[in-house]
């Protein structure tokens, strides 16, 4: 291993750590697996990557990201972030907010400044964008769930219908 693998690998802990850091072991663990997953699609060579995936898979992946116009690195930068964003919102509740945006946008740049360090990989401005879009549409996906989370009542009925459907029984 180079200076630079062990120097990303070491950043790419540092990380994971920070990201499970004060919360529930299951969660922590979440966290982890998230980010070391995350890492791995963003820094491992992408022949290592091609050989981890079943060959039949790889294509009709590939064929669904071309017959939309998109490339299958994109649609992985995209929803890395985006599930990143969720996982965050959902197990961080300290990182929500001004404090989640800041760390995506941290994340998604320095992922990309960090390969251009590699040797199989270079930093792209469109991945960035790509990434930044992933981390906004999580987010949101995040916050909207918490939003319906919080509106259902409890039980899965409201009040007033339980009422209801009580006084027409007697």
Same mark, same amino acid.
């Given at each position: 291993?180079? *200076? ?9 802990? *540092? ?9 529930? +072991? ?17 820094? *491992? ?8 995936? +079943? ?6 992946? &590939? ?29 961080? +509740?300290? *990182? ?15 992922? &990309? ?33 918490? /939003?319906?989370?919080?509106?259902? +009542?409890?039980?899965?009925?409201? /009040? ?11």
């Amino acid at each position: 291993m180079s *200076l630079v693998d062990l120097s990303l690998a070491a950043c790419v802990l *540092l990380v994971t750590a920070w990201l499970g850091r004060g919360t529930a +072991p299951q969660a922590q663990l979440a966290l982890w697996v998230s980010a070391l997953l995350v890492s791995a699609g963003m820094f *491992l060579p992408m022949d290592v990557l091609r050989a981890a995936m +079943p060959p039949a898979a790889l294509l009709s992946m &590939e064929s669904a990201a071309h017959a939309r116009s998109l490339t299958l690195t994109g649609v992985a930068h995209f929803v890395a972030f985006a599930w990143l964003a969720m996982a965050l919102w959902a197990l961080r +509740p300290d *990182l929500r907010g001004w404090r989640a945006v800041a760390a995506l946008v941290l994340l998604a740049v320095a992922s &990309e400044l960090v390969q251009g360090l590699t040797v199989d990989r270079q930093m792209r401005m469109d991945d960035v964008a790509t990434n930044l879009l992933g981390a906004a549409a999580g987010l949101l996906l995040a916050v909207a769930a918490s /939003a319906l989370r919080r509106a259902r +009542p409890v039980g899965g009925r409201d /009040a007033g219908a339980a009422g209801q459907g009580r006084a027409g029984r007697a």
